[in-house]
């Protein structure tokens, strides 16, 4: 599906994307009724390498892996560009090739630290002039910088991302109820109505209806997983 389909789901605020891992759950979550989907670096990962992440040296079989998904999925998909892979830039044209609507590439490099923000926004404009994918800046440092993220999630539209979304995994650990909707509505407004927000399960964001105007998507990676293997479980000890 092209981007600009995605584009269009996105008027509609906050977009609620599932993660899928697999060309069947693609399928499913769009006879479910989602508009979109997000393939998750780590569940494909666990899925094929083992890996919390895609490593490196696996990026060519995570492409090959990416396009069945595309081509199966009814519905745009958002797939997950870890790092860039060592070139961002040549990562986007290859997702274009492969099919995908968006691509979420994250500002930090392999060591953790983070690329300076001026260098990673002029990554954000050659990729956009070499595809026609929706960009999703992914900000890696909030834990440590909240007002340098916010900061960099501003540039990072001004530079072209459609979309930007800052790594919420440790105010999720330490916030809840008032005060993350806090955190989440002084994104979206330095974002400038680019936010896009990222769980593991959902339960974990504030409700839908309370998220501010400004919070443009939702990504929800492993809704689409079973949680556990009790269903199976209760099958195979069945007599």
């Known amino acids: 599906m092209s981007p600009s389909t995605l584009r269009a789901a996105l008027r509609d605020r906050p977009l609620l994307v599932p993660g ?8 499913m979550a769009a006879t479910a009724g989602a508009r979109a989907v997000f393939v998750s670096g780590g569940a494909v990962g666990r899925a094929l390498f083992d890996e919390p992440m895609i490593p490196r040296w696996g990026a060519d079989t995570y492409l090959s892996y990416v396009r069945l998904i595309c081509r199966s999925s009814p519905v745009p998909v958002i797939v ?12 986007c044209a290859e997702a274009t090739d492969a099919g ?11 060591d953790g630290t983070l690329l300076p923000a001026t260098e990673f926004a002029d990554l954000i404009a050659e990729a956009r002039s070499r ?15 909240r007002a340098g993220t916010a900061e960099r999630l501003g540039r990072y539209h001004e530079a072209g991302a459609e ?6 995994n440790s105010v999720l650990r330490t916030e809840s109820g008032d005060r993350l909707l806090g955190t989440v509505t002084e ?9 896009a927000v990222h769980s593991r399960l959902g339960h974990e964001l504030p409700p839908h209806d309370r998220l501010p105007g400004g919070v443009a998507a939702v990504l929800v990676t492993a809704i689409s ?5 009790d269903h199976l479980r209760r099958l195979l000890t069945q007599r």
Do not use: K
């Open 80 to 91: 997950d560009g870890e790092d860039g892979f060592g070139d961002p830039a040549g990562l």
């Open 225 to 229: 997983v079973p949680p556990s293997a």
């Open 20 to 27: 899928c891992h697999d060309p069947l759950s693609a399928r």
């Open 131 to 145: 595809s026609g994918l929706l960009f999703v800046a992914r900000s890696d440092g909030l834990e440590h910088d």
């Open 163 to 168: 979309l930007t979304m800052p790594l919420l």
């Open 100 to 110: 995908a609507a968006a691509i979420v590439i994250g500002d930090s490099r392999p």
């Open 187 to 195: 994104l979206a407004a330095a974002a400038r109505g680019s936010l």
